[in-house]
């Protein structure tokens, strides 16, 4: 019934209703719907949704109510870089109609910025554990006045071993607040969590722990691994639209996104060898069709919120069969179909059995189709790297390390010292 009549009968302010209306939101999902009541009543939750099912709003339009009404501060929590802006454009939107002044707290980005900002008093608060333990030791940032603790994304926040540091974020917040869990999974981790930091919460489950988005068609490739590049040709012919492909490593997605340069294909690396800067440039071109293909680890697989990514390639399975859950949830976004194709070696087995028993289905099985025969320049990209060097075999090494480099002294005065450049 709450569904059919939109936003309205969920408890939110009219201001808020006027501000969804303009932005053409008219129906909540169901995530939005359980939650959104709940959260507005100042109840504990624990949110378990898939992902792509509109979890930002369904703790955001609540937190932002909060905000109006109240004096203090809302904290939200995220694992990674790219989630916090995705969370802070979200919020943006609906907030700063309102009056709202929020900031996003990050690494990678000038924390004499972040100072000035916060300086002025903003009201929502987006960050990483890692930056807002550097505002809190610089005692730029004081959390004892906030209302409200969002913590997003909560297993994998885990997986990423910020557990410490969500610990000492929470020792500087009041006992007297309301905490909100968000996850896609529900490993016993996050219940521990949801014991220690939540008081009675309510839960709410949209899907179980585990299911994949409804709209996402699945297909896995047994191949072998000298001949996933092939493979990845083949398919690039057969789908003409975005696609984002992910590898286990920097080094190996570094790789990768060579092999699809090189097969003709635009393409951008997304991982924490880039810089901030490089990792928005990569975001924002592959949204604006710059980049075909975006080649990513696993810190993306959270982070983008794109609504027309046609297809998801795992190149390499995950480590973790809930990093599947993720990595696929990419594609299939807002209504739309998607696919996903999952590359595993013949030794693999097992890893596929993790996937199938957390999402309880079996993935299909394709056959391997007639692969294209690499050229001479294709087989180049897809050698190996050196492991002492990190260039293909056969490539011509820069004596030159890069990043920080050493120089020597040019004075000629006995042995040369060394200084950073």
């Known amino acids: 019934m709450l569904e059919n009549s939109g936003f309205h009968g969920l408890g939110i302010a009219p201001g808020i209703l006027q501000v969804l209306a303009k932005m053409g939101f008219s129906v909540p999902t169901p995530i939005q719907v359980q939650s959104i009541p709940i959260v507005i009543d100042g109840k504990d939750m624990m949110g378990i949704a898939q992902t792509g099912t509109g979890k930002t709003l369904a703790f955001g339009i609540p937190l932002i109510q909060k905000t109006l009404r109240e004096k203090g501060i809302g904290l939200v929590v995220v694992p990674t870089r790219e989630l916090a802006e995705q969370v802070s454009e979200a919020l943006g939107k609906v907030g700063a109609p309102l009056g709202l002044k929020g900031v996003t707290l990050i690494g990678g980005e000038?924390?004499?910025?972040?100072?000035?900002?916060?300086?002025?008093?903003?009201?929502?608060?987006?960050?990483?554990?890692?930056?807002?333990?550097?505002?809190?030791?610089?005692?730029?940032?004081?959390?004892?006045?906030?209302?409200?603790?969002?913590?997003?994304?909560?297993?994998?926040?885990?997986?990423?071993?910020?557990?410490?540091?969500?610990?000492?974020?929470?020792?500087?917040?009041?006992?007297?607040?309301?905490?909100?869990?968000?996850?896609?999974?529900?490993?016993?981790?996050?219940?521990?969590?949801?014991?220690?930091?939540?008081?009675?919460?309510?839960?709410?489950?949209?899907?179980?722990?585990?299911?994949?988005?409804?709209?996402?068609?699945?297909?896995?490739?047994?191949?072998?691994?000298?001949?996933?590049?092939?493979?990845?040709?083949?398919?690039?012919?057969?789908?003409?639209?975005?696609?984002?492909?992910?590898?286990?490593?920097?080094?190996?997605?570094?790789?990768?996104?060579?092999?699809?340069r090189a097969l003709g294909h635009s393409s951008a690396e997304l991982h924490s060898?880039?810089?901030?800067?490089?990792?928005?440039?990569?975001?924002?071109?592959?949204?604006?069709?710059?980049?075909?293909?975006?080649?990513?680890?696993?810190?993306?697989?959270?982070?983008?919120?794109?609504?027309?990514?046609?297809?998801?390639?795992?190149?390499?399975?995950?480590?973790?069969?809930?990093?599947?859950?993720?990595?696929?949830?990419?594609?299939?976004?807002?209504?739309?179909?998607?696919?996903?194709?999952?590359?595993?070696?013949?030794?693999q087995k097992a890893d596929v059995y993790a996937i199938e028993r957390l999402t309880r289905s079996s993935l299909p099985i394709s056959a391997l189709p007639v692969l294209p025969t690499l050229s001479p320049l294709h087989e180049a990209e897809s050698r190996p790297f050196s492991p002492q060097f990190r260039t293909p075999y056969g490539a011509s090494r820069n004596p030159r390390p890069a990043g920080r480099q050493f120089n020597r002294e040019r004075k000629g005065q006995g042995p040369a010292r060394r200084r950073w450049k």
């Open 273 to 347: 060898n880039k810089s901030l800067n490089q990792r928005r440039e990569a975001l924002e071109g592959f949204k604006t069709g710059k980049y075909r293909v975006l080649v990513a680890t696993d810190i993306a697989a959270r982070g983008i919120d794109v609504s027309t990514i046609e297809l998801v390639i795992n190149y390499d399975l995950p480590q973790s069969a809930e990093d599947y859950v993720h990595r696929i949830g990419r594609t299939g976004r807002a209504g739309e179909h998607g696919h996903a194709i999952s590359f595993a070696r013949p030794d």
């Open 110 to 260: 000038s924390i004499t910025h972040q100072i000035r900002t916060l300086a002025r008093n903003p009201q929502i608060i987006i960050g990483t554990p890692g930056r807002i333990i550097d505002h809190l030791e610089q005692k730029t940032l004081r959390l004892g006045a906030t209302h409200t603790l969002v913590l997003d994304e909560a297993d994998r926040m885990l997986d990423m071993g910020f557990a410490p540091q969500l610990r000492k974020i929470i020792e500087h917040l009041p006992k007297e607040r309301q905490t909100l869990l968000f996850s896609a999974t529900m490993p016993e981790e996050i219940v521990r969590m949801a014991r220690a930091y939540l008081k009675l919460p309510i839960r709410v489950e949209i899907a179980r722990s585990g299911t994949t988005a409804k709209d996402v068609s699945q297909e896995l490739f047994f191949v072998a691994q000298n001949e996933k590049a092939r493979l990845l040709e083949k398919i690039l012919q057969d789908y003409r639209g975005s696609v984002l492909l992910f590898s286990r490593t920097k080094h190996g997605a570094k790789k990768i996104a060579r092999i699809v």
